[in-house]
């Protein structure tokens, strides 16, 4: 049974960094994308970013330059850096598993960790 585990999560001050990680255990498939979505009360959930074999996938315009996504296969991680972090990311981010290549549709997406709180704030 895959399972995702989010932390990280925090309160940064405006134009700060942060790095999430997203620890997958029980992952048998050979071609599988993560992506990172979030979700703020009151508004749907939104896809970020995703990383499969084919490359990196930006969703939102306003997290180009600034986030990017690594991964440390040796501990089963997947990690999202935010750089500039500004007040329209505040967010409950939430890492995702889906087969093959990566979407923006949360409703494609198998697997989903717990989130983890983003808190940008001076």
């Known amino acids: 049974q895959v399972q995702l585990k989010e932390s990280g999560g925090g309160l940064v001050q405006p134009g700060g960094s942060l790095t999430l990680s997203c620890v997958i255990s029980g992952l048998t498939e050979d071609y599988w994308a993560i992506g990172w979505f979030r979700q703020v009360p009151g508004k749907a959930r939104e896809g970020v970013i995703c990383s499969s074999r084919d490359g990196i996938t930006y969703y939102l315009d306003s997290v180009k330059g600034r986030f990017t996504m690594s991964g440390d296969n040796s501990k089963s991680t997947v990690y999202l850096q935010m750089n500039s972090l500004n007040l329209e990311d505040p967010a409950v981010y939430y890492c995702?598993?889906?087969?093959?290549?990566?979407?923006?549709?949360?409703?494609?997406?198998?697997?989903w960790g717990q989130g983890t709180q983003v808190i940008v704030s001076s």
């Open positions: 995702a598993r889906r087969l093959r290549r990566c979407s923006g549709n949360e409703h494609e997406y198998r697997t």
